[in-house]
């Protein structure tokens, strides 16, 4: 079920000056016992963690009330320029009927209300902790062996999609071509769908200007050009250097630590925040997650170390393979090694690109410019390690 309540009008609720609005949620969505509740029988707590939507906390206040807590997100402003909202809410129920995403109560025009995954968000600095990280990797390898064959893993592109980009898609997605030749590109143009055709749209929704003067300075320092060359040379030598096409799986495609909740209790681990889950390579899941041991701040002395990425790919490994660590082949774990280096360069990128997007179009207080010049600035860094490390030039 889906209301037609305006963004500015959530908010407006939430910070109690018309209870009603969400009153009438909850009348409509909630859970029982829920849809009675007034103002005074709820704590609301806005969780901070995030930089693209607000997220809200419901605790029922002195009552015996099952489930005791509700989540409510907010869509980000104008993030649908980015995310598809109904692909992702699909996805959603898609990955709750095994068990991996939180149920939803409700869709409403800018966000929903939906399960809260008991426990906590794992702290930056855990992620690096041998114990929390086997179960990250363990908890991904199963994400990634969820059936996927039947999902559609096509993406909405921007309508002012760039012509170039257009034209080597028609060029590539040729169907009635005899060539082989033609009908590999078009196969690794497919494969390729979700990261580089979203790179590739989001570019194009990159703003010309900012109005804050200082911030626009900082954007102006951004070669987009310079960005966009950076992504063709990626693609080229991941075709040239993996030799086959990785595997593709559903991916979280944001796993950083406060998408990830540990429950101590049980000790497990589990994902939330699946806005950008798509069918994706699995390599760039395991690149992406590993790419926020830095935080935010992109504090390059916390990127992980070659025997930190070899350990977090060991236990994926095995569970993915349902196979004991020692049994892993050296050749296996060296081309997933490979693959999880590459593909940490296109997730800095990724972020950067999306970052100078969200800084046209986001109200959230957070720099977006900065956090750009940062990835931008890691994904040099990172490039020549590789080059050195696998002796080639990117």
């Keep these: 079920m889906e209301n037609s309540i305006s963004r500015e009008t959530i908010l407006n609720s939430l910070e109690g000056e018309n209870f009603q609005t969400m009153k009438q949620l909850f009348q409509n969505f909630g859970p029982d016992g829920w849809n009675s509740m007034t103002y005074q029988d709820i704590n609301i707590e806005q969780c901070t963690d995030g930089i693209t939507n607000r997220i809200y906390k419901f605790e029922a206040r002195g009552k015996d009330t099952e489930p005791p807590h509700l989540l409510m997100r907010v869509n980000g402003k104008n993030t649908e320029t980015i995310i598809d909202r109904e692909h992702e ?24 209300i939906y399960e809260y995954v008991e426990g906590r968000t794992v702290k930056i600095e855990e992620m690096r902790d041998p114990h929390i990280q086997e179960l990250i990797a363990r908890r991904m390898a ?60 989001w570019f194009n929704s990159i703003p010309k200007d900012l109005p804050d003067p200082e911030k626009n300075k900082l954007f102006h320092e951004v070669d987009i050009d310079q960005v966009r060359n950076w992504v063709e040379l990626l693609k080229q030598t991941i075709y040239e250097k993996l030799g086959k096409e990785p595997n593709i799986a559903i991916c979280h495609n944001d796993l950083l630590n406060g998408n990830i909740i540990y429950h101590e209790e049980s000790d497990s681990i589990r994902f939330i925040d699946f806005e950008y889950a798509k069918k994706n390579y699995c390599g760039f899941d395991i690149a992406n997650h590993l790419n926020e041991y830095p935080g935010f701040e992109m504090d390059l002395k916390n990127m992980p170390d070659s025997d930190t990425i070899k350990t977090f790919v060991k236990h994926y490994l095995s569970e993915f393979n349902s196979i004991p ?47 750009a010049k940062r990835r931008f600035f890691a994904f040099q860094v990172e490039k020549e390690k590789v080059n050195k490390e696998f002796g080639f030039e990117i």
């Design 325 to 371: 660590i020692d049994q892993i082949e050296q050749k296996d774990l060296d081309s997933k090694y490979l693959e999880v280096r590459l593909f940490q360069l296109v997730s800095l990128i990724y972020w950067g690109v999306w970052s100078l997007v969200q800084s046209g179009i986001s109200d959230i207080d957070f720099d977006y410019v900065s956090y």
């Design 142 to 201: 199963r994400l990634h062996l969820l059936p996927h064959e039947e999902l559609n893993e096509n993406i909405n592109l921007n309508e002012n999609s760039n012509e170039n980009s257009n034209e080597k898609l028609n060029e590539n997605s040729n169907e009635n071509s005899n060539e082989k030749s033609n009908e590999k590109s078009n196969q690794n143009l497919n494969e390729h769908r979700y990261i580089f055709l979203t790179i590739h749209s």
């Design 89 to 112: 809410t699909n996805m959603i129920n898609f990955l709750a009927s095994f068990g991996f995403g939180p149920k939803i109560y409700g869709i409403f025009q800018n966000g929903f």
